[in-house]
């Protein structure tokens, strides 16, 4: 198959420019004004932005969290992915404590294979670290394709490894080329936090939110960066949500150490007020919890002042019935909300039309980013010759609203309902393939392709 792009705003991390692209099979193979190819398809982009398709590196499918499993599964949520213009996911494999790499790579595997419609790849969360986990760290990285390690400074008990486990783990992650990303919060503060809550009683959603304050994350942040500092490792910190952690990686700066940081749109764009609700706020309970405008306005800065580098979602969708599990108790609540399919258009609109980004900016923050930092630059990422021809076409003047009664995610609720939002995601492609066109999916239960990453 082939297909032409005609004159569509093409953008990339480093430049915008009026130019048609052409696509054979899978790749991009001729990118310019006025090509002078035939295609099979062509899309007249006049008036339209073309930029990669997204990649939301921070994703939970089908994941068994909180004694429930995240809503959405490989074939629904990357098809809600795919709606809202993001070709590629990177999911998290939970090592359960007590067992291997292996037997949990084999687990998402079954989850994924045969079931992904976009393109995925995985990050492995060690949760368990000993001498049999550090082996499988070498062996993930150079047979599997599978260079990020997650690891989480909270949930104890379930998920928690301690300073020394980190510190560990990041020596062999380092020597093998690979990288450790972590979810940055004090979990004993927030576990003891929780606890003088529940023991006063206080039982409403609201919170969960005051048991995770931002000192909570602005001391693990600096934790997790010192110990990167000591070991060499390279970093990534995940939902990055407020000022006090940021000032935690400005800080690691100023002895010119260089930390990854990823926010989640959510945090960009929603704020703590919606704790003020009774059960409501229950969709908006996440760790780390919605933060203040102050936060806000820090995290856009941060972005400006290129100390904040990936916009991903997050994603970990619950139906209204899941929430129900913390009707009486917040700590029962399962934690995560449903935002795969908006991130792109919400960053567009509340960053591009609003004036706060520009468009090789919002490029960089929704794609390239992640594509580089996890190796995977520029087979994906970017619109170059060569590239997964992996494309979205916006319509950058529509204006929409969001609503569960349009969107494609497995909840009967809507964390953004009501919502509205000037760009639209028309077209979108994968490998060369329409998948989103005139609002439907195009593609089945199975195109999804794992993508192997390099170590760096
Ligand atoms: O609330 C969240 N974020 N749920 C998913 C697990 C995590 O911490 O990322
Ligand atoms: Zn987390
Ligand atoms: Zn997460």
Redesign the pocket.
Known sequence: MSILIKNGRVANASEEFQADIFIEGEHIVAIGANLPYKAEKVIDATGKVVVPGGIDP?V?LDMP?MGTFSSDDYETGTRAALFGGTTMVIDFILQTQGDSLYNALRVWQQKSVGKAIADYSYHMAVTDFNEQTAAEVVQMIEREGITSFKT?MA?KGALMIDDGQMVQLMQIVKKHGGMVTV?ATNGDMIDSLIAQNRAAGNRAPIYHYLSQPEITEAEASARFTDMLHYTGCRGYI??LTCEGALNAVREATLRNQQVNVETCIQYLVLDASLYEQDFDGAKW???PPLREKKDQEALWAGIEQGLVNVVAT?H?PFTWEQKQMGKQDFSKIP???PAIEHRMELLFSEGVNKGRISLPKFVELSATNAAKKFGMYPKKGTIAIGADADICILDPNKKHTLSAKTHHMRTDYSAYEGFEVTGKVETVMLRGHVAIENEKCHLNAGFGQFVARKPQ
């Open positions: 921070h939970h969290f989480f949930y979810h995940v939902h309970v996440m760790s997050d970990c934690n995560g909300h």
